[in-house]
């Protein structure tokens, strides 16, 4: 059974960081892309990157090009997201997502729980 | 980046009648589309990939259609637990985008 769990998420003050993980299990993770999507509270769905089953890939929003990080750790099958100088727009609940083969990828059979982040003084 | 558009925002109706929902794309996205279901509380699941491939495990009451800027979702008859909000997104190009979502609740 394939699971992700998210955690790392927390309060954070405008210009400060934090360490997103997801522990995945139930496939092989170096063998899929992963991506990170986002959802502000009340509101829709944003992808903000991804990131290739070797890690040799990566890719941004527009939003968060600059500031946060995508990585992962296919010996500890883990997907990181380092998220720096975090600003209010930001606040959102976090969900890693397993790229679906038969899309290349590129859209996501399986997402976590999802961790709380908040940008706030 | 390609800007998803959904239609309409809000879609009331009882279960038994069919659902059509409406993405529309800035811009070719070939087939390049999928559809997602949400809940209140959980995470998105995916339905549709590729304008109209049904993703594992999806009632055949859901079907996908469309082609470069215009695609339709429907839900041939809609049973309770599709009360729900649905997303398209586009993986045609970087960055991907998601639409605004519709909301079919019970009317």
């Known amino acids: 059974e394939v699971q992700l769990l998210e955690s790392g998420g927390g309060l954070v003050q405008p210009g400060g960081s934090l360490r997103l993980s997801c522990a995945a299990s139930?496939?092989?993770?170096?063998?899929?892309?992963m991506s990170w999507v986002r959802q502000a509270p009340g509101k829709g769905l944003e992808w903000v990157s991804a990131?290739?089953?070797?890690?040799?890939?990566?890719y941004y929003a527009a939003s968060v090009k600059g500031r946060f990080t995508i990585s992962r750790d296919n010996s500890e099958n883990t997907l990181y997201l380092q998220m720096n100088t975090l600003r209010a727009e930001d606040t959102a609940v976090y969900y890693c997502?397993?790229?679906?083969?038969?899309?290349?990828?590129?859209?996501?059979?399986?997402w976590g729980q999802g961790t709380l982040v908040t940008v706030s003084s | 980046e390609i800007v998803l558009t959904q239609s309409p925002a809000t879609l009331s109706l009882s279960p038994g009648e069919r659902a059509t929902l409406s993405c529309r794309a800035s811009?070719?996205?070939?087939?390049?589309l999928a559809w997602y279901q949400q809940k209140p509380g959980q995470a998105p699941r995916l339905l549709i990939y590729?304008?109209?491939n049904r993703a594992t495990g999806i009632p055949a009451r859901f079907s996908g259609s469309g082609s470069g800027t215009d695609f339709t979702l429907t839900i041939s008859s809609l049973e309770p637990e599709d009360f729900a909000v649905y997303y398209c997104?586009?993986?045609?190009?970087?960055?991907?985008?998601f639409g605004p979502g519709t909301k079919v609740d019970i009317k």
């Open positions: 590729d304008a109209s």
């Open positions: 997104q586009q993986r045609s190009n970087w960055p991907f985008t």
């Open positions: 997502a397993k790229g679906a083969v038969y899309c290349g990828g590129d859209c996501f059979d399986y």
């Open positions: 139930g496939f092989t993770f170096s063998t899929y892309a």
């Open positions: 990131i290739s089953g070797s890690g040799g890939s990566t």
């Open positions: 811009q070719s996205v070939f087939s390049y």
